[in-house]
């Protein structure tokens, strides 16, 4: 016996380190030290050593008579023997059956975005991600479609075994610590998380230390982030188009601006006006007219407030939007010998909001390590903390009320401010509703949403045997939440608000998980895999909130801003709490045989507090199975084929996901003090009444979603080529939600309950490329295509169609879940053109056989016409149905790669294609409601007499049914966006002064978008439109509307990223 | 297992109410739909108790107002374009059966709680049926075939309209609640027994086709209340939060302000229908019409044109023509004193030429009364109550049973209760000379009202006689015009005494040429428009086994 020794290196000379060592044969190994260096006693000559490392393809070498062999590993381009977290257990890559994606982490890193989800977008086939441009603004990531409906249809995320979900509970998570990432997307392979698996597992593990030297990294930018398109390329900006298009609608007003129709004059005062008295003993035809002769002296705030017009036009939205400066830098270091490694990082990112005082900032630190004290105990720790700032846009994304939507509704002849410099505003009869959007802006800047999370996890692996390994895992996610918000006067509007406000709100979650795993892992024969693996996990959610609010604040400077009933009148107090607990055991057993045939089963069993015991458990059983035919004999001669293998699963997953606290009971009490009570005995005491409020449902019971996956993996050219394809159907039924009941059942919340079932077909396809054109030339492409269909196949209980966010205040129901329907289908009329002639109203009044009866309420000449549906030939509610589809036919992502020499190059293309938009906008955009500013359009292409092929109606203040939901608001919403282009150069730095690499970057995102949509930014998030059922956020029951929608920017970045 | 026996946190559950302090909690909880809203954040505009927006402005006592593109949902009710797909109806859909629910969850609870003492078991019995009653009734005035709920419905919100008889269910549910009920309460917010007794006198001539046998029982019950109860002295005192509990006022909306609810129990409904002036910020909904205005002139001798059409009268001349005192109680005009705010002016409209120069004005507390803040428009949250039924409203539908059942001189005595204290006082000067201070109402002569010329008589003795009972019929329903204008009862009336068409179909054809919009009404149909449309959205929900069980209402 003689001793071998050795060093192995990567591919660029690196030591490599924890490298297995084996000889062949025999269960004598070791690892490669920190050196890269390893030694092993060998018997002969004949011996060979098998040289393994994850990621990497492996070598077997003859050992013969020498005593050194330096080894250099090339990276496994197949990457298919890579290790990925799937369940509980990590799995080679090759031997995967379900539908997981597995995102590459770096290729996600090269894009510089502040979230995770921003990054995600595109990366992966059968995930679509939906993201405004407000920083720090949570994204939407949907795996193969809306898979639920109850306010959640985030996916799972476990981030280091911590369990997170919720649409902004990945804004705190630094993107740049992840380093491997999995997508489950059917049920066969998330069904091991049962009850949250439904919405899809999204499986991140951050980076851990590796032995060896201290590696210190520095990854950062800065960068510039310009608004793509603004409302300033839309609207109306010289104030007499704007009073040409007033007067036509309502010629009163032709007295205000003086002239004529056609040459409207601009005065120089706009306010205060006068009245013109036209002499009669009623006066009710009275005018108002442009003050003359103001004496800007007598100005005093805010009594006599005095506005001088702006007569060439205030671009509103330049006067809120501007470019920002986006900044990120990162610190890692890891490190660690053989048995102790430990990897740190500390982040900062700042994203300035181009619209102004909006912003995100987030600070974050991590400490991953782990200890193998002996041979059979593994024990780690991951902790991360970050606090993270935001200001939002006022009002939010999603609502008439916000800061967008001043913008679009302020007149431009109102300047930003009155001649004193107090903010001016739309105070003129006859102008707009709207809030100065300056002073939108500028007042919120202090209302700022302040998040603390921390989230650790430790865990303890013990092998009793070389097999059988028990792993215990705790993990805890501490969130706290603060959000101030204060309300200001506002005299220069013209709906006058004279008092201030102001509320906290601070949130609490405590949640925890304990896992505990047994798994047996053993190859029997050489041909037998076999993994079994089991396990128990305990859940627990705490949620805690107190929120408060007081008026008429004497002082409302900063640092006086606090609820202080000493200086304030009190308003409102509220305090809740919610904890929900949940159980699971779990069963997995996957077999392989001789790495051609796979099989999986899996077996959960769930049980939440959130349902009454008799529905409490929840049983969720999943099966796979795979064929790698390429390892078949009859394949052997196709060469071109490395691997080629057949997938198929079946599984169900459930959800018990209920965005409300304690929905199995009937809750009495009252919403706010003045729900139930009231003053009976006169005066202002209120008398203590209660009553239900919201209903409860004691028979709500898990929302099923059964999947069907068959699925194709192949690896052509030595991995050059790689290709999946996936298709699926994806049933669910229960599903959980809480539409309104019938009106009989009054203003309670209603109960969530088990509406309706909905189902999903599509495919996924990922093709990549990876290659080398020339020696120096690298190319490489990779294409994700998904399809889905999605369709409400099934309304329990009697409803035929259900208004999932009730009924909107200006247009009433816009949304609709219909049997054979996609969900959140738009709602409206249909139009057919518009009416040219009394001859064809005539011919419709006519269309029922009763000429004396009108076709449809409001018709006049010059209207829309609308459709008949029901060919009753008249108009009326039976006419009402679905006018459009949110859901794209298509969705692709496209990533083209470059290398030549020390350069790189990427860009990204993102296209979503077949979708249709609500935009929402154009209630004011096009039919001004409350006098908005308008669309250059309305000037242009409004009917007229001249004008008889105009696509809008006539310009006509009588017109009340232009503006009701129609096909007018329904655009195609079909994009193809350059997300993101990327240019990098690595400096041939060799390894001076102490610097591993060096590589400097530049990248620009949203290059260029091309869109027949004519709202400012087609990918849209979900919005939050009008009165919302339960005051809850519908994401996805409102897919596809645009109102408000702060859109993304255009960012030029210049980056480094370095190793020492 | 016990880890996933989570306690509910954080609310009542059912049986922690059953008791009587429990029960009479959920009473005050059915109480407080009264106002129309519950949800914090619900702007329930057309389930107003005031009505304005269902019963008062698609008639020709008022317009929409504000401006053309503001609410043209209300528009669309105004000139008689309705439709099922109107939005702002459904709200008094929703609160008035949420209001039903809370008077039968009221009646449930009671049914299974013990040692509830035996008099305040009738007691809140008899108030939760006339709650029920009371929101049915608001129902079926709007939509007429409204299914009826009561307790024994348990769960089950749907059902069908076919066949219905609301308003009968209604009369038999207060029926049962007068003998329920004391004779007086304690609590002025609560219903007692006259409130019940004059709520049915109204009911029963709500009916379809009233004869002498329905006017014989609404007499019955009517009487009582009129012999028992005295008018205000002056109008306005039952408008204003120092005397709205008046004994007038059978029964109201106890509107509340600072009382830590954030002002939802303040008039937030009525917001809207402030004038747009600046010391309230808006919006100016529901003018009074001109027809109105004109309908409050009176000849030399302090009496309405004998004809009572006022389609074709002339428009008031402020400085020649005598008018009733009552119109600047009830309308907002430009240079009279519109309370102590001030003298109203041409700047607190939004678009005279839209919709006239007139605010309404009924529902605008004093200036030194203050407001309620939170809210977006603190400036209009006041604590007036709105009263759903007050003597002078049961004294005209007595005068009505008087008049069908012939006792045309017993009419006549109570039209001129009402005439007589509409002489008693009008709008002040807006400030004392001497003191400065505002005065707010005053004599009918004060020789500093120079903005108008007060007149207003009682109709001599023997006029309904003299002039039979088609005279005396009209005069009695002038005088709810007048009396009763801009309190949301207008519509109903019509609709009631089947005269909407010709009234309103004149009132639309002279306003066109003051209202360009009016061109666009559609003519008013005493059939088509018997009944609002019932909202698409209940339409859709009232379904059983796949097919729609709530009819629309012909031919919407």
């Known amino acids: 016996q003689r001793t071998v020794t050795g060093r192995v290196t990567d591919e660029s000379g690196n030591a490599m380190p924890g490298v297995n060592v084996l000889i062949k044969g025999t269960s004598q190994g070791t690892a490669t030290d920190v050196e890269g260096r390893f030694s092993l006693p060998v018997n002969n000559d004949q011996a060979t050593i098998v040289i393994t490392f994850v990621g990497y393809t492996s070598q077997e070498i003859v050992v013969g008579s020498r005593t050194s062999i330096d080894v250099q590993l090339a990276p496994d381009v197949t990457t298919l023997s890579e290790l990925v977290i799937t369940g509980y257990s990590e799995q080679r890559k090759r031997d995967i059956t379900g539908a997981v994606a597995v995102v590459d982490a770096s290729e996600l890193n090269t894009v510089r975005a502040p979230t995770f989800g921003q990054k995600l977008a595109g990366r992966a086939p059968g995930i679509t991600v939906s993201t405004s441009g407000q920083p720090g603004e949570g994204s939407n990531i949907r795996i193969r479609g809306i898979s639920s409906i109850s306010g959640n249809n985030d996916p799972l995320v476990i981030i280091d075994g911590v369990q997170i979900q919720g649409d902004k509970a990945l804004a705190g998570l630094n993107p740049n610590d992840i380093e491997t990432m999995q997508i489950l997307k059917d049920a066969s392979s998330a069904s091991i998380y049962g009850a949250r698996a439904n919405a899809g597992v999204i499986i991140i593990t951050t980076k851990q230390g590796k032995a060896g030297k201290l590696q210190v990294t520095y990854d950062g930018y800065v960068g510039i982030q310009t608004p793509v398109k603004g409302y300033n390329d839309i609207l109306i900006k010289d104030p007499r188009d704007f009073a040409r298009v007033q007067i036509a609608k309502n010629p009163n007003m032709v007295h205000f601006y003086g002239g004529d129709a056609n040459n409207p004059v601009i005065p120089t005062y706009f306010f205060p006006t006068a009245t013109d008295d036209r002499g009669t003993a009623d006066k009710a035809d009275d005018v108002m007219v442009p003050a003359t002769n103001v004496d800007e002296s007598a100005y005093n705030y805010p009594d006599n407030l005095i506005m001088r017009s702006n007569a060439s036009g205030t671009d509103w939205w330049d006067a809120v939007f501007s470019p920002a400066p986006i900044t990120e830098h990162n610190i890692g270091l890891s490190g660690g010998s053989e048995n102790a490694t430990f990897s740190a990082s500390i982040g900062y990112m700042n994203q300035q909001g181009t619209m102004d005082y909006t912003y995100f900032k987030r600070y974050s630190a991590r400490l991953n390590s782990r200890f193998t004290p002996g041979k059979k105990i593994t024990i780690g720790q991951s902790l991360s903390l970050s606090r993270s700032e935001q200001v939002d846009q006022q009002g939010g994304n999603g609502n008439e009320q916000n800061t967008i939507t001043q913008t679009v509704l302020m007149n431009t002849i109102v300047p930003v401010y009155d001649i004193a410099g107090n903010y001016a505003g739309a105070k003129t009869n006859g102008f707009s509703n709207a809030k100065n959007p300056v002073a939108f802006a500028k007042l919120n800047e202090n209302d700022k949403n302040e998040d603390l999370r921390i989230l650790g996890n430790v865990f303890g692996e013990y092998k009793i045997i070389e097999a059988l390994k028990f792993r215990t895992s705790f993990s805890a996610d501490f969130r706290n939440n603060f959000l101030p918000q204060a309300n200001f006067p506002r005299y220069e509007d013209r709906e006058v608000n004279s008092s201030n406000s102001y509320q906290e709100r601070y949130q609490t979650n405590f949640n925890w998980v304990w896992t505990n795993t047994l798994e047996f892992n053993k190859k029997f024969a050489d041909v037998h895999n076999l993994r079994i693996l089991g396990g128990y996990e305990a859940v627990q959610n705490n949620f805690r909130q107190n929120q408060a609010q007081v008026d008429n604040l004497q002082f409302i400077d900063l640092p006086v801003r606090y609820l202080n009933l000493t200086y304030s009148t009190f308003n409102s107090l509220s305090s809740n709490k919610r904890v929900v607990s949940l159980a699971s055991m779990f069963g997995k057993l996957d077999y392989e045989y001789n790495d051609k045939y796979l099989v999986s089963f899996t077996l959960r069993r769930d049980g939440t507090s959130d349902f009454l015991e008799d529905n409490r458990w929840g049983v969720f059983p999943a099966a796979s199975v795979g064929w790698r035919i390429s390892n078949e004999a009859f394949m052997q001669n196709l060469t071109f084929l490395s691997d080629l293998k057949l997938r198929a699963g079946w599984g169900i997953t459930g959800n018990q996901n209920i965005p409300t606290a304690y929905n199995a009971y009937n809750q009495y009490g009252g919403r706010t003090v003045s729900d139930a009570g009231y003053a009976i005995g006169g005066g202002n005491t209120l008398t203590r009444g209660y009553t239900l409020y919201r209903y409860g449902n004691p028979d709500i019971k898990w929302e099923e979603n059964t999947s069907m996956n068959i699925g194709l993996d192949a690896s052509i050219l030595d991995g050059k080529i790689g290709l999946v394809f996936d298709v699926y159907k994806r049933t669910i039924d229960d599903l959980i939600y809480n539409p309104p009941f019938a009106g009989a059942a009054g203003n309670a919340f209603p109960s969530y309950r088990n509406v309706a079932s909905m189902e999903n077909t599509g495919w996924d396809l990922g093709i990549n490329y990876r290659g080398n054109i020339t020696g120096d030339l690298g190319f490489n492409a990779s294409l994700n295509l998904s399809h889905y269909r999605n369709e409400i196949t099934k309304l329990d209980g009697e409803a035929t169609s259900v208004f999932p966010a009730g009924i909107d205040k200006r247009f009433g129901e816009v949304n609709v879940w219909r049997v054979g329907y996609p969900i959140s289908s738009f709602y409206g009329y249909t139009n057919d053109g518009i009416f040219q002639s009394q001859a064809e109203l005539d011919a419709a009044d006519a269309a029922d056989g009763d000429a004396s009866s009108e076709y449809q309420t409001g018709q006049a000449i010059g209207r829309y016409r609308r459709k008949d549906i029901n060919k009753d030939g008249r108009i009326n509610g039976d006419d009402l149905g679905v006018i459009g589809n949110p859901h794209p036919d298509l969705t692709l992502g496209l990533t083209l790669g470059l290398n030549y020499k020390n350069f790189d190059f990427t860009m990204f293309l993102y296209a979503s294609i077949g979708n249709d938009i609500y935009n929402y906008n154009r209630l004011f955009t096009h039919f001004g409601q409350f006098n908005s500013n308008v669309s250059k359009e309305v000037l242009t292409d409004s009917w007229s007499e001249s004008n008889p092929g105009g696509s809008l109606p006539k310009l006509d203040g009588s017109d009340t049914f232009a503006s009701q939901s129609s096909t007018a608001y329904v655009e195609d919403g079909s994009y193809l966006r350059a997300q993101n282009v990327t240019l990098g150069y690595t400096l041939p730095t060799g390894r001076s002064f102490g610097i591993q690499s060096l590589r400097f970057y530049v990248q620009t995102q949203n290059l260029f978008t091309i869109t027949g949509y004519s709202g400012l930014d087609p990918a849209l998030s979900n919005v939050n439109i009008g009165v919302n059922v339960d005051g809850q956020n519908q994401n996805d029951g409102w897919t596809g509307y645009d109102l408000g929608n702060y859109p993304s920017s255009r960012s030029f970045i210049i980056g480094v990223n370095a190793r020492f | ?556």
């Open chain 2, 1 to 556: 297992s016990s880890f996933l026996d989570e306690k509910p946190q954080g609310f009542l559950s059912e049986e922690t109410l059953k008791s009587e302090d429990g029960v009479d909690a959920a009473l005050i909880g059915a109480y407080s739909l009264l106002d129309g809203m519950n949800l914090d954040n619900n702007n329930t505009w057309s389930a107003n108790p005031w009505n304005w927006i269902l019963g008062s402005v698609p008639t020709d006592d008022a317009y929409k107002g504000s401006e053309q593109t503001d609410f043209p949902e209300i528009t669309q009710l105004e000139i008689y374009q309705w439709s099922a797909g109107n939005a702002i109806m459904n709200d008094k859909w929703v609160q008035s059966y949420e209001g039903v629910k809370r008077a039968n969850n009221t009646l449930k609870l009671m049914s299974q709680t013990d040692g509830i003492a035996g008099d305040k078991q009738k007691t809140i019995e008899g108030e939760a049926r006339f709650l029920r009653a009371y929101y049915h009734f608001e129902l079926y005035k709007v939509w007429g075939n409204v299914p009826y709920f009561t307790e024994a419905d348990g769960e089950n919100y749907i059902k069908s309209n076919v066949g219905v008889t609301p308003l009968a269910n209604a009369i038999a549910d207060v029926e049962a609640s007068i003998p329920l009920l004391p004779e007086t309460q304690k609590e002025r917010g609560r219903v007692d027994r006259f409130a019940a007794r004059a709520f049915l006198g109204k009911m029963y001539l709500y009916q379809d086709n009233v004869d002498a046998a329905i006017a014989t029982k609404a007499k019955e019950q009517l009487d009582i209340v009129v012999n028992a109860k005295k008018l205000a002295p002056c109008l306005k005192d039952v408008f204003q939060v120092p005397g709205e509990n008046h004994e007038e006022v059978l029964f109201s909306v106890q509107a509340s302000t600072n009382d830590g609810g954030n002002s939802r129990n303040a008039n937030w409904l009525n917001q809207l229908a402030f004038p747009a002036g600046p010391q309230f910020g808006c919006c100016g909904f529901h003018q009074p019409s001109q027809d109105l205005v004109n309908a409050f002139k009176v000849d030399a001798n302090g009496l309405p044109d004998t004809d009572f059409d006022t389609s074709d009268d002339a428009d008031l001349n402020a400085t020649s023509d005598f008018v009733d005192p009552r119109i600047d109680l009830t309308i907002g005009r430009d240079g009279v004193p519109f309370l102590d705010w001030g003298v109203h002016a041409p700047n607190w409209i939004r678009d005279r030429t839209f919709s006239g120069p007139y605010s309404s004005k009924k529902h605008i507390h004093y200036k030194t009364d203050g407001t309620s803040s939170g809210g977006w428009n603190n400036n209009a949250y006041n604590g007036i109550n709105y009263p759903i039924i007050r003597l002078a409203d049961a004294m005209l539908l007595l005068a009505e049973a008087e008049v069908i059942l012939g006792n045309l001189n017993r009419a006549e005595e109570l039209v001129n209760l009402i005439r007589t204290r509409a002489g008693a006082c009008a709008q002040g000067p807006a400030s004392d000379d001497i003191t400065g201070a505002a005065v707010i109402t005053t004599d009918i002569d004060n020789p500093a009202i120079t903005w108008a010329k007060y007149k207003v008589e009682p109709y001599p003795t023997g006029t309904f006689v003299a002039n039979g009972p088609e005279f005396a019929k009209n005069a009695v329903r002038m005088e709810r015009r007048l009396e009763l204008a801009l309190e949301g009862h207008r519509l109903f009336d019509l609709r009631r005494w089947g005269v909407a068409a010709d009234v309103l179909n004149k009132f639309v054809n002279k306003t066109k040429a003051s209202r360009t919009y009016y061109s666009d009404a559609d003519a008013y149909d005493n059939v088509k428009h018997r009944w609002y449309p019932i909202p698409q959205a209940q339409i859709e929900a009232n379904t059983l086994n796949g097919e729609r069980i709530l009819k629309q209402n012909d031919p919407w």
